[in-house]
């Protein structure tokens, strides 16, 4: 996951949920190694709902799931 772009410290338990919820989405929205422009913009989309304050790993995923909004349809 790129963090070149923010200057916050992340403690490890927070580097370990950002990077479980990113592989998480990578994996439903099928994001493939080289798909890194994609893949740049997830991870700036978890690091933004994360520094809101969106700590909780399930609540985090559930904020930026293409499935959980497709279910809701």
């Given at each position: 996951?790129a963090?070149k ?6 403690a490890?338990?927070?580097l ?10 990578c ?10 422009e994609?893949r ?5 989309e ?12 399930t609540e ?8 959980r ?5």
């Open positions: 996951m963090f772009k923010y200057s916050g410290v992340y490890p338990c927070d370990d949920i950002l990077q479980r919820v990113f592989d998480q989405l994996r439903e929205r099928r994001l493939a190694l080289k798909d890194e994609q740049e913009c997830l991870a700036c978890v690091i933004a709902a994360f520094d809101k304050g969106i700590t909780d790993e985090l995923w559930k904020l930026l799931s293409k499935l909004i497709a279910k809701k349809a």
